[in-house]
Structures are given as C-alpha cells and as structure tokens.
C-alpha cells in the first residue's frame, strides 16, 4: 500500500530546502532572496506550507484522469479537468496534429509548475521572495524577480561535473527539463539526453521529449528496441518502439542522429516552444542558440549549457 505525501528538509533544518515526496513524484524546493534574514525565513516557511498544502491532492488529482492523459493529443481534443492535467494538454497540443505524443510527456513539468504557481499565489507582487525553484527530478519550474538568477549545473550519469548555466529574471526561459534514454521515461530515440529550455516547465519536458524522440538512426543495428508495453505495463505509448539499448556507433552515425534531433529542435525553437537546447550522444553533443547549433567544443568555450545526462539545482 502506498504511503501519503511526505515532506523533509534537506538540509537538516527549515532554513534548507523542502523535499516532498509521493509514490513516483519527487520534489526538491528552494525559496530565497529578500532584504533581511528575518524576512527570507518568513517567506521560505510561508512558500513551503503552501507547497505542501497543494502537493497533498497532486497524485490522487493525476490518477483521476489518467485514461485521458494517456491517450494521444490532438489539436481539438477533450480537455482535461484538473489544473495539472490542464497544463499538460496546453505543453503537448502544438504537437500533436503532427506526431504521436501524450500529455504525460509533460507531467513531471506541469507538476513542477503547479506548485509553483500555489506559493507564488500566496504571495502579493510586491511582497515575495525573488526566486523559487521547484524541482521534480530533473525538470525545473523557476520563479525570478528582477536582479535573481538560477544556475543550473551539468552533470554525467558517473557524477563528472561538465559546468553550469545561468538563467536570469530578464530572459523568457522559466522552465528546464531532461529527457532521453538515461532518464525515468522511455524515448524512441537514441540521444543519452536532451536538456530543453522553454518559458515554463512543462513547455520545456515536452519540447525535450519530441527533440529527444528526434535523435535517432532507424533501423540501425546496434539500435535495441522493444515495444513500450512490453518495457513497461503502463506506458502510455502502447506498443510503440523504445530504445532498449545503444551500442557501438561511428563517430559520423553519431553526428548524423545528433543533427537530426538539432532539425527537430531548430523547428520547435522558430515556432516558440523552445528557448535553447543541449543534446548529448555517446562522445558528441550539441547546443542549439538562437539561429544555429553549436558543437560540444564550441559550446563549452562559451557560456551555454552542456547535459550528458540530468540536470541539478545549484543554489
């Protein structure tokens, strides 16, 4: 039987950050800036009770329409009830007149940004703290007042750090999510991750889904598949092919998957769904910026994001 919603402090006090946890939803949540401690402890505590008071309906919320969140979107389907639900259909409709996707592409992302909005709605504009992050494994909904900035550091699946990003108040981006075949979910392509920026977190882990799907070399023999229902009882793709495993690729085929995720990703980026991307295979990687896609190397020389794997909160 499964155990109701917990909540913990990470750092050993209330002056740290919020962990809530429930079944597969799992939170980590930051609350800071103001003129004086005083103030940051009484926002932090405030921000937190309201987190938790809307974390307790989340699971039981998603499990009321889970028939409807597993079935394709398309551009004039039903629309969910709940908040949560809401806010996965909207991240998912603009793609699916085109492609087979579902609105649980983007549950991780939506639940992030349902709570966010909860604190922030206990707040008056101008009486709040200026930045709050709510972390949901990876996928990142932020709040920043003007003068706040979040980093978001890089790292490989064997701990190796490979840098960090900023996002400040001034730019669109309030969203960050991770997808590909090291993450929690099942991926139709190859990429070892694609870190997607968008204006808000679901927008972000269903952009990462499509370009992560994108990344891929069909029929390729070192390519392991297997349907989704067979990988997982309960997916949402049905008998839909999934990455099972990656093996040895040259290092052209290896670029080749990668520019066909960039295709993917420069599409999303002109039509506003994405802000800016990272997509990672094997040795290689790309990092999708305004008009064209950088290299690795170019990347790194410069002040832009690198994921091979998953993202974490920096405070």
């Known amino acids: 039987m499964m155990s109701g919603p917990v909540a913990s402090y990470l750092d050993g006090d209330a002056g740290g950050r919020l962990h809530l946890h429930h079944g597969p939803i799992d939170l980590v949540i930051g609350v800071d800036g103001a003129v004086s401690r005083e103030l940051e402890n009484y926002y932090r505590q405030h921000a937190y009770a309201l987190a938790y008071r809307r974390f307790r309906t989340v699971l039981d919320e998603l499990v009321a329409e889970l028939p409807l969140l597993r079935s394709p979107a398309v551009p004039h389907g039903p629309e969910p ?10 991240a998912v409709r603009p793609y699916g007149g085109d492609c087979f996707i579902t609105p649980m592409a983007a549950v991780a992302g939506a639940v992030a940004d349902t709570v966010l909005a909860a604190m922030l709605d206990g707040f008056a504009p101008d009486n709040r703290p200026r930045r709050i992050y709510v972390n949901n494994g990876g996928d990142i909904a932020l709040h920043l007042d003007a003068g706040a900035e979040f980093r978001v550091g890089i790292a490989r699946e064997d701990g190796a750090d490979l840098g960090a990003f900023a996002i400040d108040a001034d730019g669109p981006t309030r969203g960050i999510a991770t997808s590909g075949r090291g993450g929690r979910s099942l991926s139709m392509g190859i990429a ?13 882990d269903a952009a990462a889904t499509m370009i992560g799907n994108a990344v891929d070399l069909p029929d390729h023999p070192s390519v392991m598949r297997m349907p989704a229902d067979q990988v997982k009882d309960d997916s949402d793709l049905g008998s839909r092919l999934v990455v099972t495993d990656c093996g040895a690729l040259s290092h052209a085929e290896i670029g080749r998957a990668l ?5 993917t990703g420069e599409t999303l980026r002109s039509r506003g769904l994405v802000h800016r991307a990272a997509l990672f295979l094997k040795d290689q990687g790309r990092v999708i910026i305004g008009a064209r896609a950088w290299s690795r190397h170019a990347a790194i020389a410069g002040d832009e994001t690198l994921c091979l794997n998953r993202s974490y909160a920096r405070s």
């Not at 520019?259 to 295709?263: M, P, R, S, T, V």
């Open 81 to 90: 009830r709940g908040d949560i639900a809401r806010r996965m259909m909207a």
């Open 192 to 204: 070892d991750s694609v870190t997607a920026l968008a204006g808000s977190a679901a927008e972000a």
């Open 259 to 263: 520019d066909a995720g960039c295709a």
